[in-house]
């Protein structure tokens, strides 16, 4: 249900729908919070979607969707700061990162009018081998 709505842009449902679980006592898993967090993220809420990223941190192991999801939640909300961030932590725990990643980064810094963090993010593809397609 939650993955239809991110699917939709319908982040108001997916969140009642996540909230209606936690109530439920239902357990959440990382499916559930990448796609709540997606949800927020495509329908603008990066405040929303950073708060699913910090109560997922402590309950499921985060992995490149968790991260890709935040990064672009930033991104669109011009939280370039923020999204560099997570990208950081990304690089700490997941072991391969994505051109998702990268280009989410990228753009945010774009956003952001940060240009020399955009260079060093383009070289770092360069090195990493990650194709931005």
Do not use: H, Y
């Not at 997916?14 to 967090?37: D, G, K, Y």
């Not at 950073?50 to 402590?58: D, E, I, P, V």
Request: contains cysteine; glycine residues 6%; proline residues 1%.
């Amino acid at each position: 249900v939650i993955d239809a709505c991110a699917r939709t842009c319908a982040w108001p449902d997916a969140l009642q729908t996540f909230n209606l679980m936690a109530v439920s006592e239902l357990e959440s898993n990382r499916i559930v919070f990448n796609a709540t967090i997606s949800a927020c993220e495509k329908g603008g809420e990066w405040k929303k979607a950073l708060q699913l990223f910090k109560a997922s941190r402590s309950k499921v192991e985060l992995g490149l969707i968790t991260f890709n999801s935040s990064i672009s939640a930033c991104e669109k909300g011009s939280e370039w700061e923020k999204a560099l961030q997570l990208f950081a932590a990304a690089q700490c725990v997941v072991t391969e990162l994505s051109m998702i990643t990268f280009s989410a980064a990228l753009s945010a810094c774009e956003k952001g009018g940060e240009w020399g963090m955009a260079l060093q993010l383009f070289r770092l593809t360069a090195q990493m081998n990650v194709e931005l397609g």
